[in-house]
């Protein structure tokens, strides 16, 4: 069965302080790897899609890389504005259509 | 990016009454859409394939006569709760994708359903 873990749930940073979202999965074939941000009470907004492995891709203060096992999200001196969860989804060789199945997500605040 | 235009954005409705939800893609055709529900700190959950033409595919678990959905063009899938209930009251999400090849789903901005 297909499973995509996130980690942390939660995240607090200071204005400033960089880190690292992680999504590992475990697939039978990867098609792809997308993040989405979410604020509350609205729907995903889409922020990135990965195909392979060692691919990266990089927006603003956020960058996007994945391996054959994870993709990180590295947020760079975060500001108040990127508070939000992160959701990180894949879609799988044996999934119909364009299927995705998501992570948890990690709930992101960061302090002014 | 695409849109994705859902409607209404909240709605409160009494138990045993029926409430509709609508997704449009607003400047492209889908003939996929897919149905999310996600109740409050959790992620999104799967509740089903919208196929615009043919039958929707619902996942394990998702009852079929409550929830009922039509994809009736290229550009609406609606959501249909039947006979709601206060364990209904949700988050409903719609998304869509440009094609059928891999690429990024679009997401509508979510239905707040509270069934009092």
Known sequence: EDQVTQSPEALRLQEGESSSLNCSYTVSGLRGLFWYRQD????????????????????????????????????TAPKPEDSATYLCAVRTIKAAGNKLTFGGGTRVLVKP | GAVVSQHPSWVICKSGTSVKIECRSLDFQATTMFWYRQFPKQSLMLMATSNEGSKATYEQGVEKDKFLINHASLTLSTLTVTSAHPEDSSFYICSASRSKVNTEAFFGQGTRLTVV
Not at chain 1, 49 to 68: H, I, P, V
């Open chain 1, 40 to 75: 509350p009470g609205k729907g995903p907004e889409f922020l990135f899609t990965l195909y392979s492995a060692g691919e990266e891709k990089e927006k603003e203060r956020l960058k996007a890389t994945l391996t054959k096992k994870e993709s990180f999200l590295h947020i």
